[in-house]
């Protein structure tokens, strides 16, 4: 359990997706890959209000326009079908006519309106979706065998190592509401979203021009916040449904309880980014950059992302080398203001420059500091009163090597 602005949020041991109320999934082997799970789906029993952000890759994969489409038309979703393994993208009007058979079909199995179902897909780019595959994979939506959040998060991952999921609760007007998520990403993951899909579902009742504020704000300071090597993809997206079916009065900017949900929401966001940025592909580390006495939120972030994007700053992590000149030098490049007299950056408690000077510390204790599993590094600017935080991992060999041969 925490507590937010003096309020608790539970949070539940082994929660996901279908944690809230009304909301089923599962996931399925259809052929896509060769052995595993590769087409998943959610399912709310009643039609929820929904808000999306997505890439801003040029090349927006065929899955993505259709459901972005969809959603702006009457902002309600109630069901999600998502294939792994191709990611249907820079495929033409073939693709797109797929991505349309895809939610058609999803529609007359669960025979809703076809507006109200979401597409995404994830894989290898260029390659059309063998469609006999995706039909076979809906005609299974329902089946009792494939039903379980489990299989619908190991059915939507790519190089992943684990499934990514999390689960909490609040008490608004009486009411104990429940936000779940799961997310997949592991490669190509680089702030202002990508090769990630995360979708985050919720009992309570939300108006949907505030959801949709409430997530694109989220998403700038979670899932816009994570990198793993630079890399932005073509069909990274993520989605909100809200079902309403705990019947709380109508969560709006002007409810008393609005940042209640909305602190609940943001932390739904961040555990599934950092569970993302701690599975980078070929990853042993979980590095969490902290920028704080920022001149504007705009050069926190900058900052935090400039540190945590940096190959030089990732090898020296793998490394347990403390390094901090690579620190420094990626704080110069992030094209913010900084007072070069006033920087202070420590590697967890262990300070290595303060006020714009070289502390003499004890390599080898930062040494064995950067060898454990998560590392943080901090930023103090002393120059304002904003601050950011940053997820991302170390750059290992192994990252080379899953993708030297990704295809193959």
């Not at 080898?364 to 601050?387: F, K």
């Amino acid at each position: 359990m925490i507590l937010t602005k003096g309020k608790k949020i539970q949070v539940l041991q082994d929660g996901h997706v279908t944690s809230p109320k009304g909301f089923s999934a599962g996931g399925v082997h259809c052929g896509l890959r060769k052995t595993k799970l590769d087409f998943g789906w959610i399912h709310s029993e009643v039609p929820a209000c929904a808000a999306g952000v997505y890439t801003l890759n040029a090349f927006q994969a065929a899955p993505l326009k259709v459901t972005k489409n969809s959603l702006e038309k009457d902002d309600q979703l109630q069901t999600i079908v998502v294939n792994s393994g191709n990611a249907n993208s820079f495929t033409g009007t073939q693709g797109y006519q797929d991505a349309l058979k895809m939610q058609q079909l999803a529609a007359e199995k669960l025979k809703v309106e076809v507006d109200n179902v979401a597409v995404a897909s994830t894989g290898v780019i260029g390659e059309l979706l063998p469609m006999e595959n995706i039909e076979a994979g809906i005609q299974s939506i329902g089946d009792s065998n494939h039903l379980s959040p489990e299989k619908f998060e190991q059915s939507i991952l790519t190089t992943d190592t684990i499934t990514k999921h999390v689960a909490v609760q609040i008490e608004i007007d009486g009411k104990t509401i429940t936000i779940g998520g799961a997310a997949k990403g592991s490669g190509m993951i680089h702030p202002n979203m990508a090769t990630m899909l995360g979708f985050i579902t919720t009992d309570a009742a939300v108006e949907a021009q505030s959801l949709q504020k409430a997530l694109r704000s989220i998403t700038d300071c979670s899932f816009n916040m994570i990198t793993v090597d630079g890399d932005s993809s073509t069909n990274d997206m993520v989605l909100v449904l809200a079902n309403g079916m705990k019947e709380n009065h109508l969560l709006t900017e002007n409810h008393a309880d609005w940042m209640r949900f909305v602190e609940a929401l943001k932390f739904v966001s961040e555990e599934l980014a950092k569970q993302i940025a701690k599975d980078g592909e070929g990853a042993t580390k979980l590095i969490e950059v902290n920028t704080t006495g920022a001149p504007s939120e705009t050069a926190a972030k900058q900052v935090a992302k400039a540190v945590i994007s940096s190959n030089l700053v990732k090898t020296a992590i793998y490394g347990a080398d403390p390094n901090w000149g690579r620190i420094i030098c990626a704080v110069g490049y992030s094209e913010q203001p900084i007072n070069t007299d006033k920087i202070s950056i420590s590697l967890g408690e262990i300070e290595v420059v303060h006020h714009g000077q070289v502390v003499n510390f004890n390599e080898h204790e930062a040494s064995q500091y950067l060898q454990a599993d998560a590392v943080i590094i901090n930023v103090h600017m002393q120059d304002g009163m904003y601050q950011a935080t940053a997820w991302g991992c170390d750059l290992t060999y192994d990252y080379v090597k899953i993708n030297a041969s990704y295809r193959t």
